[in-house]
């Protein structure tokens, strides 16, 4: 085990320190190094990909596709399974006290964190709205 460990980690030394791989990174358009194309084909080192998020270029417009287009469903999508956990916690409690307390508690923390998560929602579409306003 220790041998083909070693051999493997050598390996690996041999061929990231040889210098057979070698990587072409994309410069940035527009800098004072690489002025931006004035054609479609007058970019020499192929084409340039469309940013994924649909926000702008700013920090903030980031953060606000982030939030919008990954955490909110995630979330939302977490709630709907624990509520519907809890309910299956109710059902599997056949009446035992214990059991409909411990499903009562889950129900009630997944309703605390779909409230957390729609206040959030919330709070930040009236910060959102409120410096669009001021700008």
């Known amino acids: ?17 040889s210098g057979a791989i070698v990587v072409h990174a994309q410069l ?7 002025p931006a194309p004035t054609g479609s084909d007058s970019n020499p080192s192929g084409p340039l990909l469309p940013n994924p998020f649909k926000g702008g270029t700013s920090l903030f417009d ?5 939030i919008q287009d ?3 469903p995630i979330g939302a999508v977490l709630s709907v399974i624990g509520f519907i956990y809890a ?7 056949r009446g035992d006290a214990k059991k ?21 929602w919330t709070l930040s579409q009236v910060i959102q709205n409120t ?5």
Not at 1 to 17: D, E, P, Q, Y
Not at 88 to 93: Q, R, S
Not at 131 to 135: E, F, G, Q, V
């Open 100 to 120: 409909i307390e411990e499903a009562h508690r889950t129900l009630l923390y997944v309703a605390i964190g779909s409230a957390v998560l729609l206040g959030a």
């Open 1 to 17: 085990m220790k041998k083909t460990f070693l051999i493997s980690a050598l390996s690996l030394m041999i061929l990231f320190s």
């Open 28 to 34: 940035p358009t527009g800098s004072d190094s690489n």
């Open 70 to 72: 990954i955490l909110i």
């Open 87 to 93: 309910g299956f916690k109710y059902v599997m409690a």
């Open 131 to 135: 410096i669009s306003k001021l700008m």
């Open 62 to 66: 980031l953060l606000k596709s982030v």
